[in-house]
């Protein structure tokens, strides 16, 4: 279906100065791959927004391809159009637009604007088509979502505001992908939806992520897991393995690419790579 697939990478913004290094690291290792882009995270209610600018700057001065996250939760119209046009200054032509997190214990977010789709609809209104604009996809359902047909419902909004592609949060069975794209297609939702791929190197803070995200990690994998219990290098050969196959899988049903979760680590997602033969 998409002859040119689409390799890119998720950094997340450092917080202290030997995480800024380590990420500068990851970002070396990985954009001899040539990526089409390094998108970089937002944090909940925009609270690490400082750390992503000093890390698009950083990024941009390197000549890389940058995708900033943008999120509305707790952001008032005039401070998105402020960095919007920060962004468009800076010459970046894609942008991750997301709802995003509620701060923890914030209650009620408060904000403006109150979906994802309000904030692709602001971008398109006040910058037209500068941006390529990114959208966030629940292969498995957002965890928030009532159920399947209203996640999706809530996808084609975004679609029909003005999104370009997407980028669906990680998950291990290639089915529930397959699935989704069948049923985007009965709703006429054509755009590209990329696969978002996070490694396993550490089944505790997988699990952890996954069961706040709504990211099912199948039974046979979480026993695995569970069996190799502290060996790392053991963990980290079948996560390699595991994904590696997840992804053959993915481009040979015709996805339009792959967006690793990278957690500022070049690594696993490399071994991976390796496994592809990309």
Same mark, same amino acid.
């Given at each position: 279906?998409?002859?040119?697939?689409?390799?890119? #990478?998720? +950094?997340?913004?450092?917080?202290?100065?030997?995480?800024?290094?380590?990420?500068?690291?990851?970002?070396?290792?990985?954009?001899?791959?040539?990526?089409?882009?390094?998108?970089?995270?937002?944090?909940?209610?925009?609270?690490?927004?400082?750390?992503? #600018? !000093?890390?698009? !700057?950083?990024?941009?001065? %390197?000549?890389? =391809?940058?995708?900033?996250?943008?999120? @509305?939760?707790?952001?008032?119209? =005039?401070?998105?159009?402020?960095?919007?046009?920060?962004?468009?200054?800076?010459?970046?032509?894609?942008?991750?637009? +997301?709802?995003?997190?509620?701060?923890?214990?914030?209650?009620?977010?408060?904000?403006?604007?109150?979906?994802?789709?309000?904030?692709? =609809?602001?971008?398109? !209104?006040?910058?037209?088509?500068?941006?390529?604009? %990114? $959208?966030?996809?629940?292969?498995?359902?957002?965890?928030?979502?009532?159920?399947?047909?209203? &996640? +999706? &419902?809530?996808?084609?909004?975004?679609?029909?505001?003005?999104?370009?592609?997407?980028?669906?949060? *990680?998950?291990?069975? $290639?089915?529930?992908?397959?699935?989704?794209? %069948?049923? @985007?297609?009965?709703?006429?939702?054509?755009?590209?939806?990329?696969?978002?791929?996070?490694?396993?190197?550490?089944?505790?803070?997988?699990?952890?992520?996954?069961?706040? @995200?709504?990211?099912?990690?199948?039974?046979?994998?979480?026993?695995?897991? %569970? *069996?190799?219990?502290?060996?790392?290098?053991?963990?980290?050969? #079948?996560?390699? &393995?595991?994904?590696?196959?997840? @992804?053959?899988?993915?481009?040979?049903?015709?996805?339009?690419?792959?967006?690793?979760?990278?957690?500022?680590?070049?690594?696993?997602?490399?071994?991976?790579? &390796?496994?592809?033969?990309?």
């Amino acid at each position: 279906m998409y002859s040119k697939k689409t390799f890119s #990478f998720e +950094l997340f913004p450092p917080k202290t100065e030997k995480g800024f290094a380590n990420m500068q690291a990851t970002v070396t290792a990985l954009k001899a791959k040539q990526p089409a882009f390094f998108s970089c995270t937002y944090g909940a209610g925009g609270s690490t927004q400082h750390k992503t #600018f !000093d890390t698009v !700057d950083w990024l941009r001065e %390197e000549r890389l =391809e940058t995708a900033p996250h943008l999120t @509305c939760i707790s952001n008032s119209i =005039e401070n998105v159009v402020r960095i919007l046009q920060r962004y468009a200054d800076q010459g970046i032509q894609r942008l991750v637009a +997301l709802r995003g997190d509620r701060p923890s214990g914030s209650g009620i977010a408060i904000g403006e604007l109150v979906h994802a789709s309000d904030l692709v =609809e602001l971008i398109r !209104d006040q910058f037209g088509d500068h941006f390529h604009i %990114e $959208v966030a996809a629940y292969p498995e359902m957002h965890p928030q979502a009532a159920n399947l047909y209203a &996640d +999706l &419902d809530n996808f084609k909004r975004k679609v029909d505001a003005g999104a370009n592609s997407a980028i669906t949060q *990680y998950f291990y069975n $290639v089915n529930a992908y397959e699935h989704f794209i %069948e049923s @985007c297609e009965k709703r006429h939702i054509q755009i590209p939806i990329v696969p978002g791929i996070m490694p396993i190197t550490n089944y505790s803070n997988l699990a952890r992520f996954s069961d706040n @995200c709504g990211a099912e990690i199948p039974r046979w994998i979480r026993k695995q897991l %569970e *069996y190799y219990a502290d060996d790392s290098a053991s963990i980290q050969d #079948f996560g390699a &393995d595991t994904v590696a196959k997840l @992804c053959e899988n993915l481009l040979a049903s015709g996805a339009p690419g792959l967006h690793f979760y990278t957690m500022n680590q070049s690594s696993p997602t490399l071994r991976i790579w &390796d496994r592809l033969g990309l």
